[in-house]
């Protein structure tokens, strides 16, 4: 019996679509699985952890704060920006904690002829989580501003190429800003590097690609994100969510997950196309991860 059996049973018997699994375990050999090819697929909100991560990178150059607030970068768009946006920080737009009414994903039509100022001139409330994103979109016009590069861009060199993530699409607004919450495409073992990089605390091989204490600080810096669904309701941090066991994940729709444990020195990726994405991550929890105890 293999340490995947389980999960491949389970899958077939309650249709949880999964494309592809890749287990990681510091020291070993990968253990994966195909249920259909391999191609690159939308990674939905996974999208957002790599904005993160370019936010860490880009604030360890000293480019940027995350208690910068928003505005201090785009001073032109004083005049339009609603009430109380003017102490709205970067941190909480990537912690979707700003407080603002604006609700947008990159699904979503775009009306105006620059989003930001649809975000800057949405009401805004009392600070406290609220799932959009806005603020990630904004946060990653921000690196744009201070780096002179795209989100992607500015990811080639530092975390793309070292990960060998070959020229991935990650589709843009009608300015060509990549959306930075969504509509990132990659394989499930190529995002399955990417969680290896966070489980290594930001080292590849002999490189530090991340400040280790951006890593840690991606779980440690959290916000309540209180929700009806379980998976939900443990927090949200700098880009990863919270999760049982002292685990943390990145998050997608459909079913993108890459739970990382730093316990077991292990992580689990999925892609998927999946309609029972809460049954599939209940799989990855109880049918492969305690298996690794």
């Known amino acids: 019996m293999t340490l995947l059996d389980d999960f491949i049973r389970a899958d077939r018997e309650r249709e949880l679509g999964t ?36 936010a860490g990178i880009a604030e360890a150059e000293g480019r940027l704060g995350l208690d910068d607030r928003f505005l201090d970068h785009f001073p032109e768009l004083r005049a339009m920006a609603a009430p109380g946006f003017e102490t709205v920080t970067l941190r909480q737009l990537l912690t979707m904690t700003s407080g603002t009414s604006h609700k947008w994903f990159a699904h979503m039509r775009i009306d105006a002829p620059d989003l930001l100022h649809e975000i ?43 990960l060998d993530l070959h020229n991935p699409a990650w589709h843009t607004c009608p300015l060509g800003f990549p959306f930075a919450e969504s509509d990132l495409f990659l394989r499930t073992g190529e995002l399955a590097r990417f969680a290896q990089l966070l489980l290594q605390e930001g080292r590849w091989e002999d490189r530090q690609l991340v400040p280790a204490s951006y890593v840690k600080r991606m779980t440690t810096e959290s916000v309540p994100a209180t929700a009806s669904n379980g998976q939900f309701s443990y927090g949200y941090g700098l880009g990863l969510w919270l999760d049982r066991d002292g685990t943390s994940r990145m998050d997608g ?35 492969v991860l305690a298996k690794l105890d």
């Open 253 to 287: 729709h459909y079913g993108q997950y890459a739970v990382l444990s730093p316990a077991r020195r292990a992580a689990v990726t999925v892609t998927a196309h999946s309609d029972r994405d809460d049954a599939l991550l209940d799989a990855i929890h109880d049918l």
């Open 120 to 162: 800057v001139a949405a009401p805004v409330g009392a600070p406290g989580f609220a799932y959009t994103g806005s603020g990630p979109y904004a946060v990653g016009r921000v690196i744009a501003r201070v780096t002179g590069a795209d989100l992607r861009a500015y990811l080639m060199p530092r975390i793309f190429g070292p």
């Open 19 to 54: 494309y592809g699994i890749w287990v990681h375990r510091e020291g070993q050999e990968p253990v994966t699985h195909r249920f259909r090819s391999d191609d690159r697929v939308n990674l939905y909100s996974v999208s957002k952890t790599f904005t993160s991560v370019a």
